[in-house]
C-alpha cells in the first residue's frame, strides 16, 4: 500500500515537500517509485522517478526546481517543488514501477492521490 | 521526445459493444502500457509492454500494435468500463498520452 502525505495548500513561491509511506511488504530500497500529477480537469503527468539504486530521474519540465529521494529507515520516498505557482495544483501520486529491476516502467501499485492547492 | 497521441478524444458504446482505442507514438520500436481511471479513483493498470494484461484484469481487455500505432480493445463493453483510458511510455522518460473518455451512449 502507499499513502501520499503532505499539506494540502501552499503557497505561491513556496516549496512542497510530499511523502509517500509505502507498507505492505515492499522495502523501499528493492523496487523503483515514481510521481505523477493530475491536474483538475487534465490527463497525468509525470514527474520522476527513483532508482531502486536511489538515484532520481527527473522530467525535463520539472528538472531544476524538483527533488526525489527515499529513505530506507522510514520506508518512504519524498517529492520535493519548489517555487510553485497556481499550474501546479493537482493530484499528486506516488506509484510503484511494475518490475522490480527496471528503472522506468508501468506503474502498478499506486496511492490514492494527494489533492496539492497553490494559493494564497 | 516521444509524443503519444490518443484517439478518439470520446468514444460513445452501449454495453456490449467492443471498444477500439488509439494511441499513436512519435517513433517506432517502444512498448506502451494503459491504464483505466474512474472518476475519484487512482489510474489502474491494465497492459503493460504492449499486450500484457496485468494482474487481475479481465481477458476483455487486450492490447496489440501495428508499428507505432497501439490498441486497447475492450471486447464487450461492461457498465464498469465507462471511464477514462490513458496510454503511457517509458522510454529514456516516462510520459502520458491525454487520454479517452469511454462514455456510454
Known amino acids: 500500500h502507499l499513502q501520499e502525505l503532505g499539506p494540502g495548500l501552499v503557497k505561491p513561491a513556496e516549496t512542497v515537500s510530499l511523502t509517500c509511506s509505502v507498507s505492505?511488504?515492499?522495502?523501499?530500497?528493492?523496487?523503483?517509485w515514481g510521481w505523477i500529477r493530475q491536474a483538475p480537469g487534465q490527463g497525468l503527468e509525470w514527474l520522476g522517478s527513483?532508482?531502486?539504486?536511489?538515484?532520481?530521474s527527473y522530467s525535463p519540465s520539472f528538472r531544476g526546481r524538483i527533488t526525489i529521494s527515499t529513505d530506507t529507515s522510514k520506508n518512504q520516498f519524498s517529492l520535493t517543488l519548489r517555487s510553485v505557482s497556481a499550474a501546479d495544483t493537482a493530484v499528486y501520486y506516488c506509484?510503484?514501477?511494475?518490475?522490480?529491476?527496471?528503472?522506468?516502467?508501468?506503474?502498478?501499485?499506486w496511492g490514492p492521490g494527494l489533492t496539492v492547492t497553490v494559493s494564497s | 521526445e516521444i509524443v503519444l497521441t490518443q484517439s478518439p478524444a470520446t468514444l460513445s458504446l452501449s454495453p456490449g459493444e467492443t471498444a477500439t482505442l488509439s494511441c499513436r507514438a512519435s517513433v517506432d520500436f517502444i512498448s506502451i502500457s494503459w491504464y483505466q481511471q474512474r472518476p475519484g479513483q487512482s489510474p489502474r493498470l491494465l497492459i503493460s509492454?504492449?499486450?500484457s494484461r496485468a494482474a487481475g484484469i479481465p481477458v476483455r481487455f487486450s492490447g496489440s500494435a501495428s508499428g507505432a500505432e497501439f490498441t486497447l480493445t475492450i471486447s464487450g463493453v461492461e457498465p464498469d468500463d465507462f471511464a477514462f483510458y490513458f496510454c503511457?511510455?517509458?522510454?529514456?522518460?516516462?510520459?502520458f498520452g491525454q487520454g479517452t473518455r469511454l462514455e456510454m451512449k
Open positions: 527513483v532508482f531502486v539504486s536511489g538515484t532520481p
Open positions: 505492505g511488504g515492499s522495502p523501499v530500497d528493492s523496487y523503483s
Open positions: 503511457q511510455h517509458h522510454q529514456q522518460v516516462c510520459a
Open positions: 509492454d504492449t499486450s
Open positions: 506509484a510503484r514501477n511494475l518490475h522490480w529491476n527496471y528503472p522506468l516502467d508501468a506503474f502498478d501499485i
